[in-house]
């Protein structure tokens, strides 16, 4: 059996359901037969040719635009096909049918050319631009990064990446920690040459150069991620604070339900916003308090759950109450579970609402706003925004994966341990260099030189089919 990069591969590439056109994209070594077969005729590189695409008894399925790429001149870097129909999802299902069925056609005639049309796997055509260095890892994550992007910015942001801005940086990253490398290693070579060596060579001075670089590529990549993947935001709160009334006016649309009754809320309710093209995933929960109602309580044992995953936690208060005893008591309670739940690291932002409600006089920490007439959600969003970590888009940004972030943050932990080496009074070279080859491995995994399989596997299955 052959390896499983060496099939050819086919699959529809346009989204399913009706559209004005379709592609059907067959990729693969050696597909002029093919072409031949399927077009009735040899086609010139990279033009388009307007033909009859038909069934095997010579019936036509469709008339429409054929494409052949050579490789590696094309998406993939193999041969490439196109056939670009009309977009219905019959035919389109007719014209893969027939590549597959013209394949085993020609295997069958004993053609050595083309074994094995198969079906695509999710991602797999991009997966084979990786593999055929048409593009590093960072840039096809940026492809689906680029057809996923809910955002103008998100979009545009994978697009530099798609275009390598993001992997340049990495590659200046590595190219300096590779000269680096090549100095300590020189001195390991040379045991004479001694510590004096990489003193001289202001061996510190690069590392810190080096680590200052780092820490700018980090932070915009971390701004990248955050644009991507947002932050989790949970509004909790007692019954009837107006958690429900927040998540409406955030969303400035009517999606939780909200009442007088305390207890409304059951279940929780998501709702994606954006600030400045950052998403923000906001839930609201059903509100804490001690319930005998078997419902309710599975929504406040739901809710604690969604506390417990979040990246932020609005506290929701009710200025019209913060005088009663038994109101503050509740409140407490909850502040001294949430104290107790949440890693220390994750932000509790305390909110009063019902500002149009409230007396002047009444005293509170926190923000205040009125979730009914919309005073004070400018402040909140932008203390969002704060807690989110977002410093207003600088220009170029590309988009980052958390997957990135932390590959950096390990890049970080290597050049720091380096440094310490580097400044002890009897560094370990052996130990130094060790850290900077770790780093080294970290960098390349990001572009994706030296990934495992497995991590392979799990970024290009998230793809859609005949990406
Ligand atoms: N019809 C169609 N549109 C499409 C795609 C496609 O596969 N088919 N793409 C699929 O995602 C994207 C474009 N991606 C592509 C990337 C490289 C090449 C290509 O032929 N590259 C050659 C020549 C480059 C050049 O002339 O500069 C090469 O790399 O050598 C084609 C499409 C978006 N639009
Ligand atoms: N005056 C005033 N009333 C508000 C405001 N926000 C919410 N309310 C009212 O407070 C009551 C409760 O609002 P909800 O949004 O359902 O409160 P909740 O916290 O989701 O309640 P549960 O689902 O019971 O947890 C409703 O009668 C709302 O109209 C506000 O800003 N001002």
Redesign the pocket.
Known sequence: MLPRHDHPIAAI?TAPGRGAVG?V?VSGKGLAPLVQRLCGRALKP?EATYLPMRDAQGQPIDHGLA?F?PG????T?ED?L?L?AHGGTVVLQLLLARCLEAAAELESTGQPCLPGLRLAQPGE??ERAFLND?IDLAQAEA?ADLIDASTEAAARSASRSLSGAFSQEIHTLRDALVRLRMLVEATLDFPEEDIDFLQQADARGQLERLQQSLDGVLARAHQGALLREGIKVVIAGQPNAGKSSLLNALAGAELAIVTEIAGTTRDKVQQTIQIEGVPLHVIDTAGLRESEDTVERIGISRAWDEIAAADAVLFLHDLTRQGLDDYRAADDAIRATLTERLPPQVPVIDVWNKTDSAGADLQAEGLRLSARTGDGLDALRRRLLEVAGWQSAPEGLYLARARHVEALQAVGTHLDQAAAQLRAAGPHLDLLAEELRLGQNALNAITGEFTSDDLLGVIFSSFCIG?
């Open positions: 590439a592609i994209r990279r494409l790429f590696p001149h094309s998406y870097g490439v196109e670009q055509f991009t048409k492809i990406k």
